[in-house]
């Protein structure tokens, strides 16, 4: 990866590769600056560390993210949202430094409470000597990826600069990225999401990275046009807010090539309305931290695009878990790619193929449909429960926003069902109601035991709902 990427900075000198705010970096900039902070992380911290990146959407997210590699040490990706959770991946990774921006180091040291040595990222772009030499291996674990799980404590995924750059691979060659291409990331680059779609996916085809460190609609659109924006990686929620801006502020789009979804399910809704208000139709995308990009949705099928995840990408092989008996179309989802992951930071390796917490069909274009997450099936007195299947009922009753059911826990170590509903400013529902309507639909075993109406959910940085935390309804 690390050897790539040098060779596009080479070849692209004179080309901008980053976009951040004021400031504006060519492939030669770059370059100059990853050299400069890995030396100065040899000297200062030596090699085989583990380096924690804590930092927003940035170009010194980018300049430590390649100088980290280069230099011989791994680099810890965490959510800079992460309070609780980032004591314990100090303590489970065993860091020995962090690398953070002037704006995040004050955060970070009123959070961390491991007294680690914190270096503030500087981006400095004078020469090098040409004969340094650098720690680098491609085969060396250079990236450890701490998901954002919704429940339990977070795992780090292992990665080398081998297999970040065949994932990479796999994406470009899928979405013919080129270097006229210009990417714009909103969403968070220290998810595997923005991590490999977007800036992987551009600096190692030698395209353009505009960096906004956090989603504006408004100013996205002042970006996309302003730069000629090529391709826009968001998540569901991002594409409804641009809906009603746009819907307000109509304007014409004609930049794009791809305006990409993932990170979770896409809404028919809100591809419909986006479509109606942008004339562009979103692209879906289906990956995760363990394997990388599996899927991309490039069809020219308009029911397709808004119900499938796409086909595999370039290098990407999936099938069917033969436990799921004679169903040739319908199972959980196994991938096999040369972009996966190694295993966990601490646990197992990875088979050759990796088994997804997804139920899926395939159909013979080979487009996958997500039906349901196996890993959120619960157990409900000894019976299983999908509460996707009650959540899409619940969606139906005029005046719900957005419902998310999950277990509670109740004395004795019993669990039940609780969903979490969002109502429209004039909804008239009640409990009553929604009691009304499972009870008329499902058995009673699916019907939840507590129903809460919030005034929103509580969602990871990616769109992700977090069972059981939303905020109280006024």
């Not at 030669?28 to 804590?54: E, M, P």
């Not at 004969?131 to 339990?152: A, F, V």
Request: hydrophobic share 40%.
């Amino acid at each position: 990866m690390i050897q790539e990427f040098l060779r596009v900075c080479r070849k692209y000198s004179g080309k901008t590769a980053i976009i951040d705010r004021k400031l504006t970096m060519t492939y030669s900039q770059l370059y100059n600056a990853v050299l400069n902070l890995a030396g100065h992380l040899v000297q200062t911290c030596g090699t085989d560390k583990r380096l924690l990146l804590y930092c927003e959407n940035s170009a010194e997210f980018v300049v430590s993210y390649f100088a980290v590699a280069l230099s011989g040490n791994t680099a810890v990706l965490c959510d800079v949202n992460f309070k609780e959770e980032l004591s314990y991946i100090i303590r489970d990774c065993r860091i020995d430094a962090a690398l953070t921006t002037h704006y995040l180091k004050e955060s970070f040291t009123k959070k961390q409470r491991n007294f680690l040595p914190v270096h503030v990222v500087k981006i400095l772009f004078s020469d090098l000597p040409a004969n340094m030499e650098w720690g680098y291996s491609p085969d060396k674990i250079c990236l450890i990826l701490y998901t954002s799980g919704t429940t339990g404590y977070p795992k780090g995924t292992l990665n080398t600069g081998r297999t970040l750059l065949q994932a990479a691979k796999n994406y470009i060659s899928t979405l013919d990225v080129t270097p006229e291409d210009r990417f714009l990331v909103t969403i968070p680059m220290y998810h595997s999401y923005a991590m490999g779609s977007a800036m992987l996916a551009s600096l190692l085809s030698g395209a353009t990275l505009v960096i906004d460190r956090r989603f504006d609609p408004k100013k996205a659109l002042e970006d996309i046009r302003h730069y000629q924006v090529s391709i826009f990686h968001g998540v569901p929620y991002m594409y409804d807010i641009l809906t009603k801006h746009l819907s307000l502020f109509p304007e014409k789009i004609e930049s794009i090539r791809y305006f990409v979804s993932a990170g979770m399910r896409l809404p028919p809704e809100t591809f419909d309305a986006f479509f109606d208000v942008s004339g562009h139709v979103i692209n879906q995308e289906y990956g995760s931290s363990e394997t990388g990009t599996i899927a991309f949705n490039c069809s020219h099928e308009i029911e397709v695009l808004k119900t499938s995840v796409g086909q595999p990408l370039n290098g990407v092989k999936v099938r069917l878990g033969e436990q799921e008996g004679s169903n040739c179309e319908e199972g959980i989802l196994e991938v096999h790619s040369k972009g996966m992951s190694l295993g966990y930071f601490g646990g197992k390796s990875f088979s050759q193929w990796y088994q997804m917490a997804d139920r899926v069909r395939i159909d013979r274009q080979h487009n996958i449909f997500i039906l349901g997450r196996q890993d959120r099936i619960l157990n409900i007195a000894g019976k299983k429960v999908d509460p996707a299947e009650i959540e899409a009922l619940i969606m139906t009753m005029d005046g719900v926003k957005e419902v998310h059911v999950g277990p509670k826990e109740e004395q004795g170590g019993l669990v039940s069902l609780q969903a979490d509903v969002v109502l429209e400013e004039s909804s008239k529902i009640n409990k009553i109601m929604v009691r009304k309507l499972c009870a008329e639909r499902l058995s009673g075993y699916k019907i939840p035991k507590h129903i809460h109406f919030v005034q929103s959910l509580v969602k990871s940085s990616l769109g992700k709902p977090i069972s059981g935390k939303g905020e109280p309804r006024a």
